[in-house]
């Protein structure tokens, strides 16, 4: 008689902060589930909290709710420590989860043994649609991505088939997803009912407690976590599967949301900082990432992007003077700096 498969036991751990209104909708989508959940774990740092009153409702969810200081990485460790489930689904609060989407996962995890990272695609709103996978359908592009080895999310489908394109179609097709040598993150292969890659937003994942326990969320970070998956999904043995018949929406909640040019600064410090912190990306040198800021910068300034050249300027420079405070911080043994850039 044939054993029947054993469920992952899973716990849901949510950091928030100020965002009623769609930590509510969360929990809403969560309730009506069609996977049992074990518990749900939020984990709050800001002023207007939800009351037991508030989600007495949900009568298919044991929440659990805990308070810390500000800090998404600092939640998370939180968090992962209450859970309980030997799979934790980490889930930011501003993300619409389908009733069968932790289903599709599971049965995922339960035929893939190797899987102990799992998500489905992440959506988001772009050109007035919900999208996964950003096209590149031109030349140039993909020949100033090349040169500079940036950051690719989505398919190469341009027309061009000159010789120089074509070499650069066969080197992305011959290094599949992976993190390019300046360490952007490079995911052009969405073939097959899943895909693999080393590096994804990990915001609606199902992860293997201990993977996350091994590989904790930085806390020297800022308190937003930008570039906090760098140094949690870089450990993670057999990367991450991507489902493409399964997927959230990411609303991106305006609240407590930097502005772009900040994120942008923040995120090549978190780079730059985990390259030099990281076993698993000691690979990238500096003047990698030095040249793919370069290329970053020559492209703000063709496009007279004032912010952006601003952000990008001083990310050069910090970068290539050693002046990374997260760095730094880490060193004297501090937590959650906040470095900033005045792009008024």
Known sequence: MQQEKQQPCISVVIPTCNRKKQLLSLLQ?????????LEVIIVDSGEDRITPADYVMFKNLCIRYYDTEKSVCIQ???????????WIFLCDDDIEVPDNYLSKLTNHIIEHKEAG????????EFDHAWVGNYIVTSAFEVCWKYIFQLSIWGEIKCADNNI???????????KG?????AGWPVVTDFSGDYFITPMYGIGASLVKREWLKQNPYDEVLDRHGIGDNYGVAVGFPSGIHVLKD??????????????QPLQYFRRVLALDYFRRTKKNLNHIKKYRLVWS???NLADFIFNNNRNMIKASFKSF??????????????KEKKKVIEPTINII
Not at 76 to 86: H, Q
Not at 117 to 124: K, Y
Not at 164 to 174: M, P, S
């Open 29 to 37: 989508n969560l309730d009506y589930s069609s996977y049992p959940l």
């Open 164 to 174: 120089f394109i074509r070499k650069i179609k066969q080197y992305y097709k011959r």
């Open 317 to 330: 420079w910090v970068i290539a003077l050693n002046r990374n405070p997260y760095f730094k911080a880490a």
């Open 177 to 181: 997803n992976h993190i390019s040598k």
């Open 117 to 124: 990272a799992v998500s489905g695609l992440v959506l988001q």
């Open 76 to 86: 998370r460790n939180f968090g992962i420590e209450k859970a309980k489930g030997e």
């Open 293 to 295: 800021l370069a290329g």
């Open 246 to 259: 399964a997927f959230v929406y990411h609303h991106q909640g305006p609240e407590n949301r930097l502005q």
